[in-house]
């Protein structure tokens, strides 16, 4: 209803995640200790063992049961047993299980503390170089390599459009509409990359972004750079004539002109000694924003080339807006192919898992130490579905933000941490970022106040509790705030023991505390009012005829003005109880 609520909601979060915490420790494959877990009354804890107990029913096996463990080191491990043998890591072929069983290292899953002792085969420094480079490429949008999980479908027809842009030279214009997070972007550079692979050399691609060039004259200017230095690299075309001129129509000129006319566009094949043209890729992020320009010329150009030139263009805009289309002017919509797809979010937990784990699996081991990958990946899905720390945060995500890039943010720090002594990301460290990241924002907001911002901010939470009511409003603030001045004055200077825990700040408690004027408290409800520890109840009116008015007006506040304008308050006198130190006078003032 109110911001209040959130936000105490948050509070009450935090205590139960680090409850969640505690049994981080406990080494869930033993079955006493997984007698403890779902004996806990914590729901999050009891959801996440039963999900991992139904996934993975051989995990939570007893060891003595019929198949070996394979993480306990001490027990002996037979290679040749069938079961084993059958047991494959993901991308690993025929061959290299064959070269794993023949060279006899046991392959034993990692999930022990000390690294060491488990890690039979040597692997160097440049080897962890390499995998962390190749994951972090990953985790960091720069390498499309990894699976899109639930995207084939999308990703095929991106692909296929595009390689017949690339092939048969016919000009395309799609529209990519999804939320944020949601594989837009990796979709089409997967696409790319996979095209660029089969047909290298032989298509250009310009990419644009609606919040970089944010007009036309910016746009084509992006262009021309971006079109002179692929010619310059990929085709070794010599570029003494450059897109890029003085004026903005001269270079928009040679630009069409050139893609309209083919001239440049061939690259050199020397094998065949055929002169192929070069379709050109225009990938247009945040698309929407180019509706905006004046008349859309840009947009207008580009469709229009798609459908014209003879050189072959694609455009492919990526937008959040399901609204894009309908954006377009009339001369540019009937330019477009009015080929759509959308992008949904997938809706359901274990997929948000499965998403977010692809990215941190490998799957193409070429040039990487292949057990290393092997157990690298083994590691990666035990991560993901017994360590409990992992689950809390991926929890977290899928229940506020759906986020996969702000979990694969987390991960960055893990990465670049590991090392020949530790090749794994270590699952504390996952949570480092997200820590940093989220604050408690009430905590340190109260911890900035001053004494009176603290002191009024408590008569609030105080009055609030006190009435029953959900808004305050500053003349009862205010009111509460000298007669609790006055109380504490009062219960000083009789300097009586009265307060049982009052022995020890004697001293402290002997000063005499002033009542500020209300012309000064005012500024200092002002500040708690920008920031949001108070907030403005819109709906006044609603609550002056209410129920609530009569019981306001006894309380005497007549007057409408400023000062009885009712505020509700964001964080509750119990919360303000725990964040407040018990060093402070005011800590007596959070108890009732
Ligand atoms: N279905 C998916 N499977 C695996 N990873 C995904 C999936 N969807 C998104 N991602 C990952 O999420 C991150 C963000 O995706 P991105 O394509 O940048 O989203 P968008 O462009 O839609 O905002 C990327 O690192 C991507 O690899
Ligand atoms: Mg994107």
């Known amino acids: ?113 000390d690294p060491a002792k488990w890690l039979k ?21 720069r390498n499309s390599s990894g699976l899109l999980y639930g995207l084939d479908k999308e990703q095929h027809e991106v692909y296929r459009l595009l390689e017949r842009t690339i092939r048969d030279n016919e000009g395309h214009s799609i529209l990519l509409i999804g939320p944020r997070a949601s594989g837009k972007t990796a979709v089409v550079a997967k696409s790319l990359r996979s095209l660029s692979l089969k047909y290298p050399k032989q298509f250009i691609t310009v990419k644009l972004n609606g919040y970089h060039q944010s007009n036309d004259n910016m746009a084509l200017r992006e262009i021309a750079r971006q079109l002179d230095e692929q010619l310059k690299l990929g085709f070794g075309i010599d570029a003494t004539d450059t897109f890029e001129k003085r004026g903005l129509n001269d270079t928009f ?111 193409e081991v070429s040039d990487l130490n292949q057990q290393y990958v092997a157990l690298w990946n083994e590691e990666i899905t035990r991560m993901f579905q017994t360590e409990i720390s992992v689950r809390k945060i991926l929890f977290q995500n899928f229940y506020t933000v759906k986020n996969i890039k702000e979990f694969l943010n987390c991960a960055v720090y893990p990465l670049s941490r590991i090392s020949v002594a530790s090749p794994f990301p270590k699952a504390g460290d996952l949570g480092k970022y997200f820590h940093l990241l989220t604050p408690n924002y009430l905590q340190s907001t109260v911890d900035g106040l001053s004494e009176l911002e603290t002191c009024l901010l408590v008569c609030a939470a105080r009055l609030i509790e006190k009435l029953g009511l959900d808004i305050v409003n500053y003349n009862l603030v205010y009111e509460e705030y000298t007669a609790q001045i006055k109380r504490l004055n009062a219960s000083t200077s009789l300097s009586s023991t009265t307060n049982s825990s009052g022995n020890m700040n004697a001293g402290m408690m002997l000063q005499n505390h002033k009542a500020w004027s209300k012309d000064a408290c005012k500024y200092c409800w002002e500040r708690l009012q920008a920031q949001k520890l108070i907030i403005d109840s819109v709906s006044t009116s609603v609550f002056a005829s209410g129920p609530v008015a009569g019981k306001l007006a006894s309380l005497g506040s007549a007057r409408l003005n400023e000062d009885s304008r009712m505020v509700s308050v964001a964080i509750n006198l119990e919360e303000l109880g725990h964040l407040i130190p018990s060093s402070s006078f005011i800590k007596s003032m959070t108890t009732l």
């Open 253 to 363: 000129q040679t630009i069409l002109d050139i893609l309209d006319n083919n001239k440049q566009f061939v690259a050199s094949d020397n094998e065949e000694k055929t002169l192929r043209t070069v379709a050109v890729v225009f990938i247009i992020e945040e698309f929407e924003r180019f509706t905006y320009h004046n008349r859309q010329t840009l947009l207008y150009n580009l469709f229009d080339l798609s459908q014209n030139s003879t050189t072959a263009v694609s455009v492919v805009g990526i937008t959040t807006k399901i609204t894009a289309r309908e954006m377009l002017e009339k001369r540019v919509k009937s330019r477009f192919s009015q080929r759509v797809i959308q992008i949904a979010n997938l809706s359901t937990l274990d997929e948000f898992v499965s998403k977010c784990q692809e990215n941190l699996m490998i799957r």
């Open 1 to 113: 209803m109110n911001g209040r609520a959130d936000k105490s909601l948050a509070v009450k979060f935090e205590c139960d995640s680090d409850e969640l915490m505690k049994p981080v420790s406990v080494d869930t494959t033993s079955e006493s200790d997984e007698e403890t877990l779902v004996s806990s009354k914590d729901i999050l804890v009891s959801q996440i063992t039963s999900r991992r107990s139904k996934r993975f029913p051989g995990r939570m096996e007893v060891a003595g049961s019929k198949k070996p463990r394979r993480n306990i080191p001490d027990e002996p491990l037979n290679t040749s047993e069938p079961e084993l043998e059958a047991e494959r890591f993901e991308g690993e072929s025929e061959t290299e299980i064959n070269a794993r069983e023949k060279s006899g290292e046991t392959m034993v899953s990692p999930g022990i503390s």
């Open 121 to 141: 085969f040597s692997i160097t420094q440049e080897e962890v170089d390499k995998l962390r480079s190749k994951v972090m490429a990953q985790v960091t949008n």
